[in-house]
């Protein structure tokens, strides 16, 4: 930390305007612990540049796991790369000299706001035991009636509000040490100011939010990661943790790169339990029941996947696939939804794409298909929604002849024509008989099973 003595600040002028007031500064409210985001943003504003405090949290290099927002010296860090000259920060004052010398601090805020300069003060929020340290942007002050000016981030209607000279000067210390005070302020004197371009997808800021929201439903202990748009939450340890997010950003990557899928807006979360009775307690404790499948699940009304990652990694791969095809392919149906989300639940990169594998489900398959109980491809696109999900072979049909199209090059064609002819053709029936080159579909079928009947499972 970076600390100077009052005696080394810079001395204000002989005579200081009084009372003096910098006008027109927007006043924004600030998010849950973005106060001092909020202040550089309204300084932002008052200059002429549409920044908020997002985007200042996004300059700080805060981790957004950390569910807070920035310290004095990662705000400073923020500050300086926005294009802001705030020279020395810290300050030093002797408790025994505390009136002179938090006076003398004073007149250099008082200096500044004469040239137009506001400040940002970390101080105590009230004089209530425990109480947090607060941001707040001065714009002015006035001798006459003892008053120092500020914008409150934290309320509603908190622009140009007055606080008396002595509580200010009881609050802006920081009484770290009983015989050495620091206090903190930031001179914004603009240099070049230069705002990064908005990131796209899902920011660290608004990950930062979404981890405040959200601690007290995360048990002690557990480990957290981000992945683009994906907050993944587990209880194993952060290392395994670590690779299964990995996985979630390769799986990511080929969605986009192979499929052109856009990635989920909003942030959805990842629950990684290690084993079965973890996620069912967490399941009961989170939504009141038992899961319906000993893998995992998507809950698209809570944002949410959550899944057993003892039953492996192709259950994360699936999950992942879900809202990616639901932000790029709204209304796709159950069949191809989950026909693609299972394809990779066996799963490795072939020239540079994702390449499922025949797995757990050929077995099964095989078995309907010699008792005559597997649909036709017709029948199966023109289920319902609740049909597909009900059906005893929907699944493995689905997924076998998603493999089908993958082996002969077709896949990646089918799914872009069937999301941009969806309208036409809501099935997708139509489209797949088009990439198939129109044959007859009954003998079509009896060359498909003939092809599954001839698989070995993994």
């Known amino acids: 930390m970076i600390t100077l003595a009052v005696a080394a600040a810079a001395a204000p002028p002989a005579a200081i305007p009084d009372p003096v007031l910098i006008a027109g500064v927007p006043h924004i409210r600030q998010e849950p612990d973005f106060c001092g985001e909020a202040c550089v943003a309204m300084a932002l504003a008052r200059l002429g540049h549409p920044a908020d405090q997002r985007a200042v949290f996004d300059r700080t290099g805060v981790d957004p796991r950390l569910g807070r927002g920035a310290y004095t010296a990662e705000l400073k860090r923020a500050i300086e790369a926005i294009g802001f000259l705030p020279g020395a920060v810290w300050f030093h004052v002797a408790p025994a000299?505390?009136?002179?010398?938090?006076g003398a601090l004073l007149d250099g805020l008082r200096a500044d706001l004469a040239r137009g300069v506001p400040s940002i003060v970390c101080m105590r929020y009230d004089e209530k035991a425990g109480a947090p340290e607060h941001?707040?942007?001065?714009?002015?002050?006035?001798?006459?009636?003892?008053?120092?000016?500020?914008h409150?981030?934290?309320?509603?209607?908190?622009?140009?509000?007055?606080?008396?000279?002595?509580r200010f000067l009881s609050l802006w210390p920081l009484k770290y040490r009983r015989d050495d005070w620091t206090v903190v302020r930031f001179a914004l004197e603009p240099g070049r100011i230069e705002l990064a371009r908005a990131p796209a997808g899902v920011t660290p800021a608004a990950h930062a939010q979404h981890a405040m929201s959200t601690r007290t439903t995360i048990p002690r202990g557990y480990a957290t990661q981000i992945a683009g748009p994906f907050f993944v939450i587990g209880d194993e340890t952060p290392e395994a943790l670590a690779r299964h997010t990995r996985t979630v950003a390769w799986t990511m990557a080929h969605l986009k790169q192979d499929f052109g899928m856009r990635e989920p807006t909003g942030i959805i979360d990842i629950w990684l339990l290690g084993s079965d009775d973890s996620y069912v307690d967490n399941a009961v404790r989170l939504w009141g029941k038992r899961p319906s499948t000993p893998y995992g699940f998507f809950l698209p009304e809570h944002r949410t996947l959550f899944m057993n990652i003892a039953t492996g990694g192709g259950t994360l791969v699936h999950e992942v696939v879900h809202p990616f095809i639901a932000a790029s392919f709204p209304g796709v149906p159950a069949?191809?939804?989950?026909?693609?989300?299972?394809?990779?639940?066996?799963?490795?990169?072939?020239?540079?794409?994702?390449?499922?594998?025949?797995?757990?489900?050929?077995p099964g398959l095989k078995r309907a298909l010699a008792n005559g109980r597997v649909p036709t491809f017709e029948a199966m696109a023109r289920q319902s929604d609740d049909a597909f999900y009900a059906s005893a072979t929907g699944y493995a049909q689905a997924r076998y002849l998603c493999l089908y199209l993958q082996e002969k090059r077709l896949l990646r064609r089918y799914y872009k024509e069937f999301s941009a002819g969806a309208a036409a053709d809501a099935t997708g029936y139509a489209t797949l008989k088009r990439v198939l080159g129109d044959p007859d579909m009954k003998r079509f079928q009896a060359e498909w099973e003939a092809w599954v009947m001839k698989l070995d499972a993994a």
């Not at 000299?97 to 938090?102: I, T, V, Y």
């Not at 714009?139 to 006459?144: K, Q, R, V």
């Open 97 to 102: 000299h505390a009136e002179r010398e938090l």
């Open 152 to 166: 409150e981030p934290a309320e509603d209607g908190g622009a140009y509000r007055r606080m008396s000279r002595a």
């Open 335 to 362: 069949w191809f939804n989950e026909g693609l989300a299972s394809l990779y639940e066996a799963v490795r990169e072939n020239d540079g794409q994702l390449w499922g594998l025949p797995n757990w489900r050929l």
């Open 135 to 150: 941001f707040r942007l001065v714009l002015g002050y006035d001798s006459a009636n003892g008053e120092v000016v500020y």
